[in-house]
């Protein structure tokens, strides 16, 4: 991943600015966050749209953002345009756990489900959602393989 907008994106996402929420990218005023690197996208580049129920990961319309989850669950994914843009290898960037306060299955956990809070095994209970601030910390600990 690029590693100033990394840093801009943490910056972002502890800043405050953005209302959390899950289960998509923007609903209702409220970011994922994957949302937030899709709103900071739009405002460096003057690219990029919010659209409700668009599907911008999809080839087809790189350009719109959506705003809601079809399924209702946490496949969010980043539009092509903004994972480009932002140096990320993939469209579902997924992070190495490493705060000692959650306890975990060990290996690679998208950011969405981390944002959600669904991201131990279905038998397990889940977790609450982590904050944006915990997300930050993990993405600079794994900024070098996003």
Not at 77 to 96: F, N
Request: aromatic share 8%.
């Amino acid at each position: 991943m690029n590693a100033e907008i990394a840093k801009v994106w943490c910056d972002a996402l502890r800043s405050g600015d953005y209302p959390k929420g899950k289960g998509a990218l923007l609903d209702q005023g409220r970011y994922c966050c994957l949302g937030v690197l899709c709103e900071l996208h739009r405002q460096a580049t003057g690219g990029g749209e919010w659209r409700e129920g668009a599907m911008g990961f999809n080839k087809r319309e790189p350009q719109l953002y959506a705003t809601c989850s079809l399924d209702g669950g946490s496949d969010i994914q980043l539009p092509v345009l903004v994972r480009d843009w932002a140096g990320l290898k993939v469209c579902s960037p997924s992070v190495t756990l490493g705060l000692e306060e959650i306890e975990c299955e060990p290996g690679f956990v998208e950011l969405s489900r981390l944002n959600d809070g669904e991201w131990k095994r279905e038998h397990d209970a889940y977790p609450k959602p982590l904050s944006f601030a915990e997300i930050a910390d993990l993405i600079e600990k794994n900024v070098a393989s996003l």
